[in-house]
C-alpha cells in the first residue's frame, strides 16, 4: 500500500478537542435499527459552523473539495438504480460489506427510517463508486470519514446532493454510519462517516442511516492508523486505507 509522505500543511478543518468516543464496544448495536418507522424532520439551520470548519457547540462533518457537476439526470429522491440491483440491495434492511485494505466491514442500512439516505449509498454502492476510494480522515474515538476521494486526494464527480433526512431512531451510536457534509444541510452526497463509539452530540445535524454489524475489529485498527496533514487536508492516514469494493449481501 502506498505511504505518504507528508509535507507541512494547515488544516482544513478545525475540530472541537475532546470528542465523545465512548467505550469501543458491540453491546446494544442491535438495538439502532429501530423496527417502527421514524418521522423525517424538517430541514433545519441548526448546523453552528462559523463556516471556516470551526463550530461553537458541535463538530461539523464535512466532506472535502467543491461537488462536481453529475454526469446524468437520475434522480437522487427515489430510485436511483442503473440497472438491476445487486443481490441484498432491496428490502427494508439492507446489508452493504466495504472490502478494505485493512479487512471487511459491514454496515446494515434502515431504508424505512432512512429511505432517501439509503437509496442515495445504495445507488453508488451499485455503480461501483466507492471502489478505488480511501478512507481520507479517520479521528480514533471520533470518526472514519470517505467515500469520496482517490488515493491522490483527488475527488470523484457525484451525483446532484440529497436533502437532509433525520429520523429519532436513528442516532450517532458506536458504529453508526452517516452521512457527511458541508455547512449547508442539504448538500450530502456520496462522502459518509462510520462513528468510531457513540457520538451523541452529532444527532439531529447529521444524517444517520444504518450501524456497523461487522468489522468492529477492523474499524479499530483503521481508527488506530498513523495520520498527518497533506494538501490541506488534515488527518489523512499515512498509508491509504483503500475501499477495493462495496456490494450488497
Known sequence: MP???L????ALFILVSGCNGGEKTTADVSATMATTPGTTAPETDGDTSTGDGTTTSTTTVEPTGTTVAPTSTTSTT???????????CEGDAPRVRLVTTMGDMVVQLDAVNAPITTANFIHYVETGFFDGTIFHRVIDGFVLQ??????DLSEKP????IPLEISPALTHVDGAIAMARTDDPNSATSQFYICDGPQDFLDGGYAVFGVLVEGFDVRDA??????????????????????TTASCE
Do not use: C, Q
Open 7 to 10: 509535507p507541512f500543511a494547515s
Open 78 to 88: 427515489g430510485d436511483t438504480s442503473t440497472g438491476p440491483a445487486p443481490v441484498g
Open 158 to 161: 457525484t451525483d446532484p446532493p
Open 222 to 243: 483503521i481508527s488506530a492508523v498513523p495520520t498527518g496533514n497533506e494538501g490541506g487536508y488534515s488527518d489523512v492516514p499515512v498509508t491509504d486505507v483503500i475501499i
Open 3 to 5: 505511504v505518504r509522505a
Open 146 to 151: 470517505g467515500g469520496g476521494l482517490l488515493p
